[in-house]
């Protein structure tokens, strides 16, 4: 799961460098599988939140013919820093996947209505394939905050593929709706992690999974403080 892909990375820390990135996909060097034909050892690279570097990074990857998941909040869309309607329908014409990442991108997607859930899903659907001329049934949770509710909100949405932030390995569903976890890349991620998690060795996975759960246990407690602290620590750093 990456990001930005940018030169300036400022305090995100999910963000990484155009050099880095390139690392990454050479120490992989193995060709993504797409949702409909994952199998046992297979990966997928993927891009949340729309941000301008969607284009060059969707360039990149159809230079080594690899097919790559970007995934729009669709209110995002033109905003500074994300791509316009010009470039989500490039991305796309280059063969990539385009999917939802909800309207708003809220913090706390879990903690919305099963009315809003469905809202979200169902309007940034609409959107993109009225913009993109054809039906879109995947879709990633944003802020990484799932729940079955969200889940099954997706399902009754129509999605068919429902990536999380949940760093697991073994793909699960839930009314009929794939659940697909990630590996999250984040700006110290070296090219040798990169392509040990790409190849599904175990220990970065789990190491991963140690940290999602003590982040989970401290969204809990902070509730709906915990993205604004963050945000404020790490415009500190």
């Given at each position: 799961m990456y990001h930005d892909v940018v030169a300036d990375k400022g305090a995100d820390v999910y963000a990484i460098s155009p050099q880095r990135f390139r690392a990454h996909l050479d120490a992989i060097d193995r060709r993504p599988a797409t949702a409909d034909s994952l199998g046992s050892g297979d990966w997928m690279i993927t891009f949340d939140d729309g941000?301008?570097?969607?284009?060059?990074v969707?360039?990149?990857?159809?230079?080594?013919s690899w097919r790559g998941y970007f995934f729009i909040s669709t209110d995002a869309i033109g905003r500074p820093g994300f791509l316009d309607w010009d470039?989500?329908?490039?991305?796309?014409?280059l063969g990539h996947v385009i999917g939802s990442h909800s309207v708003s991108h809220p913090d706390?997607?879990?903690?919305?209505?099963?009315e809003q859930l469905l809202d979200e899903w169902q309007r940034s659907a609409a959107v993109l394939a009225e913009e993109l001329g054809g039906r879109v049934t995947t879709a990633s949770v944003p802020g990484g905050l799932y729940s079955d509710e969200v889940g099954r909100a997706a399902a009754a949405a129509g999605y068919t593929t429902l990536f999380t932030s949940l760093p697991s390995q073994?793909?699960?569903?839930?009314?009929g709706c794939r659940l697909i976890g990630r590996w999250a890349i984040r700006r110290d991620t070296s090219a040798a992690q990169a392509a040990a998690a790409a190849a599904g060795r175990p220990l970065p996975w789990a190491r991963q999974r140690a940290a999602w759960r003590l982040r989970g246990i401290v969204k809990t407690v902070a509730g709906r403080r915990y993205e604004s602290v963050r945000r404020t620590l790490l415009a500190r750093r």
């Open positions: 941000g301008e570097s969607a284009l060059p969707g360039q990149e990857l159809a230079r080594r470039g989500v329908r490039a991305v796309a014409e706390r997607m879990a903690d919305l209505s099963p073994r793909p699960g569903s839930i009314d």
